[in-house]
């Protein structure tokens, strides 16, 4: 395949060569914006434009300070990088975006605008100007500076195993070991490194909470629930409909899970299961080993991709070609994996910390899922128009688990291997499901109610008893219990960050139903939802992918059997 290596627009109002090392490079440019007079609609749409670009622009060369600082969180300079983008940039465009914003709402051409064309755009423009005070830019720099520091404390996380340092990626997989007693002592070593750090998190969390719970009052609302449901224009549902979501995967899925667990149980024969026999094969069979080193990941996914539908494969081919991956893991890389689109060049960047595991084929084709969004997304108009609802940035990403499993035999030449891997995939999308859960729960009591450490420890058991694992004893790791919650990054970096997870493993799951029974035109349909980036409504988007956007208890109930029926096909 002939590979087209994009090439960045050529720009109508950001000078081309600028170097972004002061504020003043780039005041002047907000200047012209805020005193631009504007005398039709065709100047609006043009100052529209110009302020798209402008905002691609910073959002770019953010983009590449953030994931440098993430591949060697050892290296100070570019930590400086990003912490002088976070402390000396966006404190100063704040102000401006809000006059920008105002300057639009109350042009006298706005109606003469495409008002289908640009009513979601608009909707967002009139909650951003809603919410927005000067007295929390301040607030917003602190808040993303200490944010920062939990990449950094997990950063520098490692155990000894028979005489070899180890990232917790790294160990995590000897968790698959068959020897019961290897796996305990790796678990030990684990939870006993993280609890290193026990203090260290919650003092960071009771920070980021007060200065959240600040911004929210500044803004007029009663706590930071409240204020991230506007501030992450959650116009969709609201926390009632998140409560009944629970409830749903309470009722519906955990049952369901606990099975899971208990065959598992029983099939290992033991009398009683603990946290670290969760991974091990119960056959008694290796690890799952789906490809070795960044390459051959890389290489394996482009025909994975390529198979399902050429597109995609190109689009993972491009970002290959110009060395948007960073896949391994490796020793001072913050962990974690993600996508992060760049806006203006339109060819995004994935980051990982791949070690060889099923898990690492999976978070492949996810963060490749969300790449083909952004593809599919890069010619919208305005750079507000790419920039999707998690909801649906997360339907992209989880969709692609499903429909790539049928080609995964280019990871696995064994029928058996791959057969396990599958059966692995369907078991983990209803398993994500009480995770989801937990986790947006225990955000909503964190936000809505004064609590100590402690009685934030007491509250995640409580939780993890209605939505967590029924299965595992957790005699003798009682504190590792209490503090699993720390483990998720998103609590601390990207707050009310995770429920869609869940609403998109639902749409997920109805969509690759519907590639079973309409194929190829439910891809079609995929790519025509994606392309509409964020100029529709989350419903919208979901409908013309041909699903309900939908976490009623009977939806769960629906697709968790067919995800039963799947289950019970390939067994």
């Given at each position: 395949m002939e590979i087209r290596i994009p090439t960045r627009p050529k720009r109508k109002f950001v000078p081309e060569n600028i170097s972004i090392d002061s504020w003043d490079k780039?005041?002047?440019l907000f200047e012209n914006l805020v005193d631009r007079k504007l005398s039709s609609v065709e100047d609006?749409?043009?100052?529209?434009?110009?302020?798209?670009?402008?905002?691609?622009?910073?959002e770019?060369?953010?983009?590449?300070?953030?994931?440098?600082?993430?591949i060697d969180?050892?290296?100070?300079?570019?930590?400086?990088?990003?912490?002088?983008?976070i402390k000396e940039i966006s404190p100063n465009t704040a102000p401006y975006s809000n006059k920008l914003n105002v300057k639009l709402i109350e042009s006298k051409y706005l109606k003469k605008l495409d008002q289908e064309k640009y009513r979601i755009y608009l909707r967002s423009i009139n909650n951003k100007i809603k919410i927005f005070r000067e007295e929390n830019i301040p607030l917003f720099t602190k808040m993303e500076v200490k944010q920062q520091e939990y990449g950094s404390i997990s950063a520098k996380m490692s155990i000894e195993v028979d005489g070899e340092k180890l990232t917790m990626q790294q160990a995590a997989q000897l968790l698959k070991n068959t020897d019961r007693s290897k796996r305990e002592e790796v678990y030990n070593k684990i939870s006993s490194r993280r609890l290193q750090d026990e203090k260290a998190l919650d003092n960071l969390y009771d920070e980021l909470i007060a200065l959240r719970q600040e911004i929210a009052k500044n803004a007029g609302f009663e706590n930071y629930r409240d204020y991230m449901f506007s501030a992450m224009g959650r116009f969709d549902y609201t926390p009632q409909d998140c409560f009944n979501f629970h409830e749903a995967i309470a009722k519906e899925i955990v049952?369901?899970?606990s099975s899971f667990h208990q065959k598992r149980k029983e099939k290992l024969g033991y009398n009683i299961y603990k946290a670290w026999d969760t991974s091990v094969d119960v056959d008694g069979l290796s690890p799952l080993k789906p490809f070795n080193g960044g390459k051959e990941l890389t290489d394996l996914s482009i025909e994975c991709f390529n198979r399902l539908r050429p597109y995609f494969g190109e689009c993972l081919s491009t970002m290959k070609a110009m060395k948007h991956l960073d896949l391994e893991s490796k020793s001072g890389k913050a962990p974690g994996g993600f996508m992060y689109p760049l806006y203006e060049i339109g060819v995004p960047f994935i980051y990982m910390n791949a070690v060889g595991s099923q898990r690492d084929l999976v978070t492949m084709v996810h963060e490749g899922g969300h790449a083909v969004h952004s593809f599919l997304s890069r010619d919208l108009s305005l750079t507000e128009f790419k920039s999707t609802p998690s909801e649906v940035a997360e339907l992209a990403s989880m969709s692609m688990e499903l429909f790539s499993m049928d080609n995964w035999d280019v990871f696995y030449s064994d029928?058996?291997?791959?057969?396990?891997a599958k059966l692995d995939q369907l078991e983990k999308a209803l398993q994500t499901l009480p995770w989801v859960a937990a986790i947006d729960k225990f955000q909503h009591w964190i936000y809505t109610n004064k609590h100590t450490a402690q009685q934030r420890k007491e509250k995640w058991l409580e939780i993890d008893s209605e939505l967590g694992d029924q299965i595992i004893d957790w005699n003798g790791q009682e504190n590792?219990?209490?503090?699993?919650?720390?483990?998720?990054?998103?609590?601390?970096?990207?707050?009310?960050?995770?429920?869609?997870?869940?609403?998109?493993?639902?749409?997920?799951?109805?969509?690759w139903r519907s590639y079973k029974k309409i194929g190829e035109k439910a891809l079609d349909n995929y790519m025509s939802a994606l392309k509409l980036g964020y100029t529709k409504s989350i419903s919208e988007i979901y409908q013309k992918a041909g699903i309900k956007f939908d976490f009623s208890a009977s939806y769960v109930k629906e697709l968790a059997n067919f995800i039963k029926d799947e289950l019970e096909e390939l067994n």
């Open positions: 780039i005041k002047s609006l749409e043009k100052w529209m434009l110009d302020r798209s670009e402008l905002e691609a622009v910073l770019e060369d953010m983009a590449w300070r953030y994931i440098k600082m993430n969180t050892t290296n100070k300079d570019l930590a400086k990088s990003f912490h002088f983008w049952p369901i899970t029928d058996n291997e791959l057969k396990r590792t219990h209490a503090n699993l919650w720390q483990k998720q990054l998103h609590l601390y970096e990207v707050p009310f960050y995770y429920i869609e997870y869940g609403m998109a493993q639902l749409g997920a799951i109805a969509m």
